[in-house]
């Protein structure tokens, strides 16, 4: 619909615009995706007041799609808004709020839009447009079952709503209805062969429909058929080690994860692999193994003194081996000392615990000074911290 509005647009403005350099020259820039030129060029246009007074909203609406463009969110925004108080039986503008409050992560005020832009809509294709994009916004609310309604009332299947059904089952999958998301991705399939992306997301997801039912089997067999499509596909081999992980064949599960981790290169999924495989290994006992893994979490973590506490944890409880842990502690105790008042700030409960460890330790090696020392520190900042206060008790 962004095309069709562009050139419905464009055709009434240059027509009905009167011929001036500046606005020649921005319609010119616009058509070559030349977005900063268009602006400079529309915002002289509407300083000098060179077109006619009824077509002001057009210029406006224009230099909202620039900032729009530019990524500018809140300018064009500004600018939509001005255009629609001049002409509020104007599709385009609400339409065009919609999308950019969607690109905002403003979904409520996206539906706000998109549905006066549903309301004003006069042909098929806009009301099936507008449904698409009020399903979209609702599923990014999480409003699972309205987004659903919405695609439902789409009557067509051609061009750009072929991934209706597919779009439907994603709102049964997030409610957990995994028949009725299986029913509407398998009515997907055929419609979208040619669509490389879709043509193995969709039988994947109906993999993780079978295993949100139990059937492993099934769900294994789905994941097979799409990584014979694509042996590299990295959500396919990190379904298959949760497929695994949910039988409880945790080794299995750990080299489908680490197969998986190959695909990544980001913290975020990495670090949430590196999570998946400490689990497994957690499940089979594998303590060494866990620290291991929880060494190269660290390098994906957004807090790594919640890591080293975890690190620490694990070679003191688990692992028995109190000199490990005393190691991991006086490290992160020292590195936290250098860090920023902010980071210091975000990570100080794992500071603290990191103490208490510590100070645990130093008493059971009959360094009373050192515990002492590490307990007041904690107690100053959480008088209620039980570790500490068995220290102090101990020690007392």
Request: glycine share 4%; charged share 20%.
């Amino acid at each position: 619909m962004k095309y069709f509005l562009l050139l419905l647009i464009l055709s009434v403005f240059y027509i009905n615009s009167i011929a001036q350099t500046s606005l020649e020259k921005g319609n010119t820039c616009f058509n070559n995706k030349e977005y900063q030129c268009a602006l400079n060029n529309f915002l002289i246009t509407l300083d000098t007041k060179i077109y006619k007074a009824e077509e002001q909203y057009l210029l406006l609406y224009y230099i909202g799609k620039c900032y729009y463009k530019l990524k500018q969110y809140p300018k064009a925004i500004d600018y939509f808004n001005q255009s629609v108080t001049l002409k509020p039986s104007s599709i385009y503008n609400y339409y065009e709020l919609g999308d950019t409050y969607y690109e905002s992560k403003n979904y409520s005020l996206a539906v706000d839009n998109f549905k006066k832009a549903y309301d004003l809509s006069s042909t098929e294709f806009e009301k099936n447009d507008m449904c698409w994009w009020l399903g979209k916004s609702y599923f990014a609310l999480k409003k699972f079952t309205q987004s659903i309604n919405e695609y439902k009332k789409i009557n067509t299947r051609e061009l750009t709503f072929a991934s209706t059904d597919a779009a439907i089952g994603d709102g049964f999958y997030n409610l957990y209805y995994y028949d009725s998301a299986m029913d509407y991705y398998k009515k997907a399939i055929p419609l979208l062969k040619t669509d490389e992306t879709m043509s193995k997301s969709v039988p994947l997801f109906i993999g993780k429909c079978y295993s949100g039912l139990g059937n492993y089997e099934m769900a294994i067999k789905y994941i097979n058929d799409v990584l014979e499509k694509d042996p590299k596909y990295g959500l396919a081999i990190w379904e298959k080690g949760i497929v695994f992980a949910n039988k409880k064949d945790y080794l299995q599960a750990i080299n489908w994860y680490k197969k998986a981790l190959e695909s990544y290169t980001d913290s975020s999924n990495s670090y949430t692999l590196c999570s998946n495989i400490i689990a497994c290994y957690q499940n089979v006992k594998n303590y060494s193994e866990e620290f291991n893994w929880q060494q190269k979490r660290k390098l994906f973590s957004q807090n790594k003194y919640a890591e080293y506490l975890n690190m620490a944890t694990i070679q003191y409880g688990r692992l028995k081996q109190p000199a490990a842990a005393e190691k991991i502690c006086t490290e992160a105790i020292s590195n936290y000392q250098l860090e920023s008042a902010a980071l210091q700030q975000k990570a100080k409960n794992e500071y603290l615990n990191l103490n208490s460890i510590a100070g645990k330790i130093a008493l059971e090696k009959k360094d009373t000074i050192q515990a002492l020392k590490y307990t007041e520190l904690v107690l100053k900042s959480d008088v209620a911290n039980y570790t500490a206060n068995a220290i102090a008790g101990n020690i007392a």
